[in-house]
């Protein structure tokens, strides 16, 4: 397995080089100048998961960057106690440094450091966390949804906040999608963009459409705000219009938004919020939803003559509170948003998409984890939509096999 991940990781680091347009990386071996030395990075490796392994032996890739381009890729074996070495290094002033590791089907990387040519030593420590095909580990702490209305039609966004409630990577059958955003029936160009923070790796590259909704491909890691979508469709609206669609994780805030001097909201889950405005939004909240619950909603009225837009409150310019921070656990992602450098993690979501990394997992895991998920069904933990939805995104991958 370890021979795989590493021609896997090879072979993404030769695309990225491709995609750039660089030359094949070369060892500089002798660094000259007040700017450059020959030097040494290092690093430990650690897993934050309870109970969880560092994968030993396996290869820690180094990539060098000048701006936009990589100028430079070395390999190191991860040792027992976690750590590993590269030498020597060229260290140049101002040259940005990155180390990425493969575990379970996910890459992790250290933070990106500029090499500032006080020293001859660089350290780019590695977290990483053992990956979860659960689920059960899924809520979404916000979901918010925006109502605006032009030329007969009402435009919604929803805008979904996910959290990983475990202290595991949620990967569920990444190749074939993690998360599920469901587009409700007779929705109109529905499109996904990922909301700010989360913005390094484009939906358009990482997102994929199916007949019910969106998969994203992306990893999700723990903590909250980890990963954050809107969704956005256009329904018809000759003067009232119902949106009613299946959310596959438990929701823990939900409020709906619409412009206060138009349309209302015609009872169903949802409350009118006194103070709650948001610019011209009047604010209706609804109760916690379990997983699988139906989320339905009535608009009726006389749309408004103008409206404050959906962009402009997520893009910052309303001044009320309104936080959609992902949140930041220190770790850059190689297949996600974070710190890593857009080209080469525009590669690697669209080789690990396309399954150049899938042989990272044992069918012996995707068959662990169907049966895991059945489990879980039979004791009552999931089901519906969300057992659905994440044993066909298992029995995609596993087929990537035969």
Do not use: C, H, K
């Given at each position: 397995m370890t021979s795989d991940i590493v021609a896997a990781v090879r072979m993404v680091a030769l695309l990225a080089l491709c995609a750039l347009g660089a030359r094949a990386p070369q060892v500089e071996a002798q660094v000259k100048g007040p700017d450059a030395m020959s030097g040494r990075v290092t690093g430990v490796v650690t897993n934050l998961s309870p109970g969880g392994r560092v994968p030993v032996e396996t290869t820690v890739v180094l990539y060098a960057l000048d701006g936009e381009e990589t100028v430079d890729v070395m390999e190191a074996m991860?040792?027992?106690?976690?750590?590993?070495?590269?030498?020597?290094?060229?260290l140049v002033r101002g040259r940005r440094y990155i180390a990425i590791v493969e575990h379970q089907g996910v890459s992790y990387g250290s933070r990106i450091v500029t090499f500032t040519g006080s020293a001859e030593l660089l350290s780019l420590p590695i977290d990483l966390y053992d990956a979860t095909f659960d689920p059960s580990v899924i809520a979404i702490s916000r979901l918010h949804i925006f109502a605006e209305f032009g030329s007969g039609l009402m435009r919604v966004s929803e805008l979904y906040v996910f959290d990983n409630l475990s202290q595991r990577?949620?990967?569920?059958?990444?190749?074939?999608?993690?998360?599920?955003?469901?587009?409700?029936?007779?929705?109109?160009?529905?499109?996904?963009?990922?909301?700010?923070?989360?913005?390094?790796?484009?939906?358009?590259?990482?997102?994929?459409?199916?007949?019910?909704?969106f998969m994203d491909t992306l990893p999700v890691r723990p903590g909250t705000a980890s990963q954050q979508l809107i969704l956005t469709y256009d329904v018809s609206y000759p003067a009232e219009a119902t949106v009613s669609h299946v959310v596959p994780y438990a929701v823990q805030a939900l409020s709906l938004f619409v412009p206060h001097d138009g349309p209302e909201v015609d009872g169903g889950l949802f409350r009118r919020t006194p103070g709650g405005d948001l610019g011209l939004y009047a604010r209706w909240d609804a109760p916690e939803l379990?997983?699988?619950?139906v989320l339905t909603f009535r608009i009726a009225g006389e749309p408004p003559g103008q409206t404050m837009t959906f962009r402009s409150v997520i893009d910052g310019s309303s001044r009320q509170p309104?936080?959609?921070?992902?949140?930041d656990n220190g770790v850059s992602w190689a297949l996600g948003a974070g710190m890593l450098l857009t080209a080469i993690g525009a590669v690697l979501v669209t080789h690990y998409r396309r399954g150049t990394l899938a042989s990272v997992a044992t069918r012996e895991n995707l068959l662990d984890a169907i049966v895991v998920l059945d489990q879980a069904r039979?004791?009552?933990?999931?089901?519906?939509?969300?057992?659905?939805?994440?044993?066909?995104?298992?029995k995609a991958r596993l087929r990537a096999w035969y």
């Open positions: 991860v040792m027992q106690d976690g750590s590993y070495s590269l030498e020597p290094v060229a990577v949620f990967v569920g059958g990444t190749a074939a999608g993690s998360l599920f955003v469901p587009v409700p029936e007779g929705a109109m160009n529905p499109t996904v963009r990922r909301a700010m923070g989360d913005e390094l790796v484009a939906a358009e590259s990482s997102v994929l459409r199916t007949e019910i909704g379990p997983a699988d619950a309104f936080s959609v921070a992902a949140g039979d004791d009552g933990r999931i089901g519906g939509l969300r057992y659905r939805v994440g044993r066909e995104r298992l």
